[in-house]
Structure formats: C-alpha cells, structure tokens
C-alpha cells in the first residue's frame, strides 16, 4: 500500500534531520512549480507500506507572508496528502503549537511529533504525551530524530491514520464575539455560493479574509468578484470597529486567540517544569557569552577565520589531486587526439573550461562542511540575532540577516534563493533595499573566483585574506542599502523578533546529507550550464580566427628559424663537439618555435570575436588593472560566476602550446605577464560587487515585479564594482 506522507514543521525543530533519517539515500531534490524554493522527496518502506514522503519547507505558520509558507500550504491544500506530519520541538512547544494548530483549523489529517524530547527533559520539561493527544485529537508521539527513538511508533501511527481515511472536522477556536459573529456571518455567504468551498472549509477562508491573507484574496477576486467585495467590505467594518474599541486589528485578535487556545490545552495537566522558570539552561548560559554585545562579534569573526582556516587547509591536498587529474586528462587528450578544433574544443573548452571549476569541488565540499556545521548546531541562528543590531543602524530588518546569509553571507550559498527569502519582510522597501544588495554576498559562484586568485597571489594567508574578502561584501552590502534606504527607498525601519533555536549537536548523517546535496547542485551546474556557456565561449575565442596572411607570416617565420638551426649545424658538423652542438641547437628551434606559436594562438584570441570584445574594452578596463583576456571572463561572467574561472582557464590554454608543460590555472596566473597581486585583489573587488548573474537578475524582475530594478541592478552594480576596482589599483599602484 502507498502513502502520500507532508512533513511540516518549525524551522529549527528536526524536521530535516527525521526526513534524512526516514528516506536515507532514497531521496531527491527538486523545485516547486514556479520557485525556487527546494522540494524534497523520499520513500519510506514500513510493513508492507510505502510512503511517499515529502518534506515541506520550515514555517512557523501558514499565513501567506513567506514564499515557503505559500508552498506548505498549497501543497497541503492542493496535494491532500494522506498524513501530514508536524514536527514540534518539545522544549519550545508553545511556540511549535501554532503551526499545529492552523494545520488542524484546515482538517487535514495529522500526527504530531514531539521532537527532540530528550532536549525537553534535560531541561526539567516533562510532557503528558497521551493528555496532549487527548485534547488536541491527533496522535502525539515522542520521538528524537537524531538518534531514531520513536521513530517505529510515529510511522505506525502515520499507517494507523492513513488506514481510516476519515477526514478530520476542521478545529473551530472562539476568537472573541465580535470576530465569530462577523467569521459567522461570512461563512454562510461563503457556504451558500460555494466560494472556493472545492479548495478551502468556508470558515477557513473567512478567517483568512480577515488576515488579510493576499493569496486568499486574489483567488476570491478571480473566482467571484461580487461576493470577495462583499467579504472584504465586512472585513473593513470589523477592523474599523476593532481599531476604535480596543485599538488592535483581527489579525492580532487571531494570533492573539490561538496562542490562548494553546496556552488553554497546556495548563490542562499536559507540561510540567520540574526547575524555575528563571533558571538559565545550558543554551542560555552559553547565549551569555556567544551573544554578548562585545564578545560575540569577535567570536563570530574568529568563528568565520577557523572556517575559512579549516576549508583552505584540509581541501589542499584534495585540491592538488583534482588539478593533476585534469592535468593529466589535458595532456592525455592533448597526446592522444589529432590536431584540429576537436582537440581545441576538448582540451581548452571542456577540460580546461569545466575542469578549472571542478577542481575547486573539494574546496566548495570543505566549505558547506563548515556551514552545515555552524547551520545544525544553531550558531548561524545567533549570527543573524547579533547582526540585527547592526542592520537596524543601515535601515535593515533582521530578517534581511538570513537572507544575506542564505544568499552567501558566510560562503557558499546563493542570491537567487537569498533574494526569495526577502519575501518575509514585510516594509516594501526594506524588502527591496535587502534584494538589490543580497547580491553582494559571496555566494557558491564567486568562491572558485576568490579560490583560483587567492591561491595564485596570496598562498601564505589564505583564511585572513578569504575573512577580509567576507568583510568587504557585508560592509558594502549594507554601505550600499544605508545609501538607498536615505535616497530612493527612504522610510522607517520595522521591528524584528527571532527565536533562537536550542543548541544541538549536528549529526553525522545529517552533516554528510546536507554537505552532499549542495556540493551535487555545484557540481551538477558546472557539468551542464557552466559546460554549455565554456564551449559556447571557446567557441568565440576560437573564430573566426587568423586571417591566411597572418598565418603564413607566422609560418614563414617558422621556416626561417629551422633554416637558420640545420645551416649552422651543418657547418659546424665534424667537430669533438657536434653530438652537444646538435642537442644545444636543437633545443634552441623548439623554443624558438614555441616562441612563434605562442604569439600566434595569442594573436589568434586576440582576433577572435571573444578577443576583439576583450580588447575594444581594454582601454578602460585598464584603469583597474585588467586586461583583454580578464575582459572576457568578467564579461562571461554575467551569465554566471563560476565562468570566469572556466574562461580564464580556456583562454590561458589557448595561448598554450603544450598542454603538457603548463601548471594548473593559479599557477599559470601568478607566472603571467600583467598579473600581480594588486590586479587580483582588484579583480576579487570587482567579482564581489559587480552584475548579479543572469538567473539573480530574472529573479529579482519577478520579486520587485519590474525589469526596472533588474536594469537598475545590472547597471548599479557593474558601475560600483568598476569604480571600486579602479581605487584599489590606483591606490595600490600608488603606494
């Protein structure tokens, strides 16, 4: 038999950890149809059941503020899953409830999880399991995700509920007479006319009209404008009546009413604390100090330097092994394929191109590691508390926080679902100001950029120098949001409150999981869009290539030096010392000729439509120290990040004779004519600010809901990096 399995929940409250532990290695990831928020998917065999299981996006409520809010919701709308899994965290189970309690209010057939209980009762917090069940209808079982407990007892209980296939009565909670009257009033309209009644229970739909919730009320608009008048026009009446009786508005009475409700079921035998209330547990005492006001900033940044320490230290070796792989395979190819533009393509477009980004993967895996470390134990949680502090002084919203960390505020992450995450913020323009300079983290596609130059120009200080690059993009980021919030987005900041989740120890399991899936999509982009952009670029810079006169220019001066090399070892033939003579002369020709043919593949790029482009923009991109070949990885680089080190790596390969007797990229950078180390902090600078890649831009258009800020941001971005590239040259060159 086959279950269609939700798995719903707080963020923070396991339930990523119990959907890796249920689905193991039987699971994928995916998108939900129109965003880009992950779906994952996995089976679970049990009994003779199979159970399809889906892992919902962490939320705490199902009011359509977030995107991922939206997704849960929709799916467990229009899905209609058998079971629907909540995942509560005991030791917070006030706050868990919530969610719990809008999942009932829609009928949906549920099991709670009382997760992480061990948690709840090291802290003194013992749960009358079987009472909570009673009063709230569903099953409630105790389980600790990390080390399986309960684990057996949930699932069958999941069976148990799928078996009766009887849809729950809707949870009905009072919110006060003056809203149920009204919440009456609209569900009989809604009833008698059928509105919407297919998708939603009548009294649902009412509640979420006086919410305000703008999915709800653009679906009403579409399906029966005279009654969504006529339920909004009610709505109006009773939140002026509410604002000038008690100055408060329904959707405060609402949360205010389920937080009642929970408040109700708990007092009623269900939660007992053996300890004060006051007395600190082991996540506060250690909030002392990890969240002081002077402490834990210096503990973050040494926090990020051990990061950065570790990645850069252990990924070396790994690193090295993947650089003479691809070596190894150049040079195979090189030998083994006839000379033409298959091998070009194959050496120079794929192995050089996709090669140079592949071998960062180990670098990239150490990095999301370390992430997913400080992410599973809780301590990125207290990164985003301490930093609303900061973003309060710049006209930010803490929320802006996660979504500069999600977008790479760390390392590693990325701007699209960064820019997404600005949909919890509630000012429109605080939403905006988060969008357009979320961008500006260093992301997954920037770090193979900072990796290759790093390597190449600052080898003895790797971390400090990764740490000073991190600082650069948050300062700029909210240097730039303080100028747009006092200029074309000026308006009050908005309060922010947060949850800071328990401290855990992560698990291995879940550690490898999470450090496997995003080092996959890396991998996954470098072998399909990174690979398809690489050869359409190798393409460019390989045509239309030299003209015939040029070529026999080059060929005549080839011929010229082999005559000059036989004549005079002809002439000196007969001496003691002719068998040296001969072997000196002979290695004179060949670099010689490597001479020649090194000039011609660099005036063959030069001639090719990628080096024209390059080279007509040279004249200013020379002011912040780049020259044509940087031209056209940074101009690569629009499409993606990550082709900028696959274009370097193609264009430094086809000024190449042999494959053979090159380095990899970095070394290839630091031994180049023009590079420095001063050209490549200038070049780290102008990555870290400039033009968000093509996918960041489409979705910023759909956030903002105008190409305008696209435009804007293509635009802004490009001209701030360049003029900030410029200073460090200039600068530098000056001292």
């Known amino acids: ?13 396991g339930k990523t950890t119990l959907f890796n532990s249920l689905t193991g290695a039987r699971q994928h990831v995916g998108n939900y149809p129109g965003v880009t928020v992950d779906k994952k998917e996995g089976v679970y065999s049990y009994n003779g059941y199979k159970m399809h299981i889906t892992d919902l996006p962490g939320t705490y409520s199902l009011t359509a503020y977030s995107v991922e809010e939206v997704v849960a919701r929709d799916f467990l709308v229009s899905e209609k899953p058998e079971v629907t899994i909540d995942i509560v965290d005991a030791s917070n189970l006030e706050r868990n409830l919530y969610l719990a309690v809008q999942i009932l209010e829609l009928g949906i ?11 709840a009762e090291k802290r003194g917090i013992e749960i009358n399991t079987e009472k909570l069940s009673v009063l709230l209808g569903v099953p409630v079982i105790p389980t600790v995700a990390r080390t399986g407990q309960g684990q057996k007892e949930l699932m069958e209980a999941v069976a148990r509920i799928a078996l009766e296939k009887n849809r729950k009565e809707p949870l009905k909670i009072s919110y006060g007479e003056e809203l149920d009257r009204t919440i009456l009033e609209m569900e009989k309209l809604i009833s008698a006319s059928g509105f919407m009644t297919d998708i939603y229970p009548p009294r649902w739909t009412a509640i979420k009209y006086l919410e305000s919730d703008e999915q709800i009320l653009s679906k009403g608009k579409e399906t029966n404008p005279r009654l969504a008048a006529k339920l909004e026009k009610k709505v109006e009446s009773i939140t002026e009546h509410l604002h000038t009786t008690l100055d408060t508005y329904p959707e405060a009475m609402i949360a205010d009413y389920r937080y009642g409700y929970i408040s109700s079921v708990l007092k009623q035998g269900v939660i007992r604390e053996k300890y004060d209330k006051n007395r600190l547990h082991a996540s506060d005492k250690i909030d002392q100090i990890l969240t002081n006001r002077f402490m834990g900033p210096i503990i973050m940044l040494l926090v990020l330097a051990g990061l950065y320490q570790f990645t850069f230290t252990y990924s070396e070796i790994p690193v090295g092994w993947f650089e003479s792989f691809f070596g190894w395979l150049g040079s195979m190819a090189y030998s083994n394929l006839p000379d033409g533009l298959l091998r070009s393509l194959i050496v120079s477009g794929v192995i050089d191109g996709v090669g140079g980004v592949l071998g960062f993967v180990p670098l990239i895996m150490f990095m999301f590691l370390g992430i997913a470390l400080l992410e599973d134990s809780g ?3 207290r990164v985003a508390f301490m930093l609303d502090r900061v973003f309060m002084i710049f006209g930010l919203h803490g929320s802006s926080v996660m979504a500069y960390i999600v977008s790479g505020g760390i390392a590693g992450g990325c701007a699209v679902p960064g820019v997404m995450a600005t949909r919890t913020l509630r000012s429109p323009r605080e939403r905006m100001a988060t969008l357009l300079t979320a961008p500006f ?20 200080n790797e971390a400090m120098i990764m740490l000073i690059v991190t600082l ?57 869009v990174i690979l398809g952009i690489s050869v359409i670029l190798w393409a460019m810079m390989t045509f239309p290539g030299l003209p015939d006169s ?23 033939l007969g001496g003691a010392d002719d068998e040296a003579e001969l072997s000196s002369q002979a290695s004179a020709l060949k670099e010689h000729l490597t001479g020649i043919s090194y000039k011609e593949s660099e005036a063959a790029l030069r001639n090719s439509t990628a080096g024209r482009i390059g080279t007509a923009l040279e004249s200013v991109t020379k002011l912040a120290g780049f020259d044509w070949r940087t031209n056209i990885a940074l101009v690569g680089g629009f499409a993606a990040k990550e082709i900028v080190v696959s274009t370097l790596g193609t264009a430094y390969s086809l000024g190449e004779v042999d494959p053979e007797e090159t380095g990899s990229l970095s070394e290839r950078l630091a031994n180049a004519p023009g590079w420095s180390p001063l050209m490549a902090m200038s070049l780290i600078v102008f990555t870290i600010f400039y033009a968000p890649c093509f996918v960041t831009v489409v979705c910023i258009v759909r956030e903002s ?3 305008k800020w696209g435009a804007f941001s293509m635009a802004f971005n490009t001209v701030l990096a360049f003029t900030l590239a410029v200073l460090v040259f200039q600068i530098g060159s000056l001292i």
């Open 1 to 13: 038999m086959e279950i269609a399995v939700a798995l719903g929940g707080n963020p923070n409250s």
């Open 109 to 119: 057939p549920v099991c709670i999880a009382l997760n992480m209980i061990d948690m």
């Open 379 to 381: 301590y990125l949680a």
């Open 441 to 460: 983290m260093n992301c997954g596609a920037k770090l193979p950029v900072f990796a290759l130059l790093i390597a190449a120009f600052f080898a003895e």
């Open 472 to 528: 650069v993009a948050w300062s700029g980021a909210l240097v730039v949001a303080k100028i747009l919030r006092l200029t074309i987005l000026r308006g009050e900041s908005t309060p922010f409150v947060m949850e800071l989740p328990p401290y855990r120890m992560p698990t291995f399991k879940g550690l490898m999981i999470h450090t496997w899936e995003r080092t996959w999509q890396y991998i996954k982009k470098a072998g399909t």
């Open 550 to 572: 040029e070529q026999q220019k080059f060929e005549q001066q080839r011929e010229a030096a082999r005559s000059a090399v036989s004549s005079s070892v002809v002439a000196e």
């Open 705 to 707: 809901g105008s190409w």
